[in-house]
């Protein structure tokens, strides 16, 4: 069993930045696909941003050049780098862990970009 535990969540203005932190427990991070996902109130949570067990990368096409995603094997944490904040990224932010056969949610950090 894994547990994701999110942070760095918050208030921030529009333009800014902030960087969200998953730590996972357990012992299997490097063999997990990593991801942030985003939700809004009454829409489905969404592919913001994924990182393979190699390392590569892949955006939803609204955060490309802003937001970088990045893992650290050693921490057992996954990141999210998000820079120039807008009020449309406003959203509930999860982080996913998956196997070929399981995946695994943390319960979520809330970012606001409001000025």
């Known amino acids: 069993q894994v547990r994701l535990v999110e942070s760095g969540g918050g208030l921030v203005q529009p333009g800014g930045s902030l960087r969200l932190s998953c730590a996972a427990s357990?012992?299997?991070?490097?063999?997990?696909?990593m991801a942030w996902y985003r939700q809004t109130p009454g829409n489905q949570r969404d592919l913001v941003a994924l990182?393979?067990?190699?390392?590569?990368?892949n955006y939803a096409d609204s955060v490309k050049g802003r937001f970088t995603i990045s893992r650290d094997n050693a921490k057992n944490t996954v990141y999210l780098q998000m820079n120039s904040l807008k009020p449309e990224d406003t959203a509930v932010y999860y982080c996913?862990?998956?196997?070929?056969?399981?995946?695994?949610w943390g319960q979520g950090t809330q970012v606001t970009v409001a000025s």
């Open positions: 990182i393979s067990t190699a390392g590569n990368t």
């Open positions: 357990g012992s299997i991070f490097s063999a997990l696909t």
């Open positions: 996913k862990g998956s196997t070929r056969v399981t995946g695994y």
